[in-house]
């Protein structure tokens, strides 16, 4: 099993790439997340929010070639970490690659909504890219602990 973290948007700040160090190395080795960040579509020019986010879905596209797309959207449906974790371990069961996409300012395009196994919104707020980055890591290392045995803090 890999996963992937396909985020539009690059150099971002030492806060972020910190932070999302951080839970990248406390992962377990049977659970290795690479990170891509893809270049977000040049805004301006004239052209349309829609232009714009289908020249970010063929980026995304591109990248999750032989992945199972699951797209980090704010309509998407609210995973606790446990169903986050029971998702995880299905798909290690599976064998399959998983690659999360984190849109850029203008969300993703609806062709890649539609072409998502699953509809993932971390959050009912609004969040700036760079830290759904963290969170989202973050809740991958909290869910790999608990596929692990881990008492989950709560309990």
């Known amino acids: 099993m890999r996963l992937r973290i396909l985020a539009l948007g690059a150099r971002m700040p030492a806060w972020v790439v910190d932070g999302y160090a951080e839970y990248a190395k406390r992962l377990p080795r ?3 997340v690479e990170l891509v960040e893809l270049k977000p579509a040049p805004r301006g020019g004239g052209r349309s929010v829609e232009q714009i986010l289908e020249a970010e879905a063929q980026r ?3 990248a999750c070639q ?3 797309l699951i797209a980090c959207d704010e ?3 609210a995973w606790s970490t446990r169903d986050l974790a029971r998702e995880l371990a ?13 849109g850029s300012a203008d969300g993703l395009a609806q062709r890649i909504r539609i072409r998502a196994s699953a509809l ?6 609004t969040l700036p890219h760079a830290l759904v980055r963290i969170v989202l890591i973050e809740q991958i290392y909290r869910a790999a602990s608990l596929i692990g ?3 989950y803090h709560r309990e």
């Open 75 to 77: 309509r998407g449906r």
């Open 90 to 102: 299905r798909w290690r069961e599976d064998g399959e690659s998983d690659a999360f996409a984190i």
């Open 120 to 125: 993932l919104s971390l959050s009912a707020l």
């Open 30 to 32: 049977d659970y290795p």
């Open 149 to 151: 045995g881990h008492p």
């Open 66 to 68: 032989g992945y199972r």
């Open 60 to 62: 995304i596209e591109a």
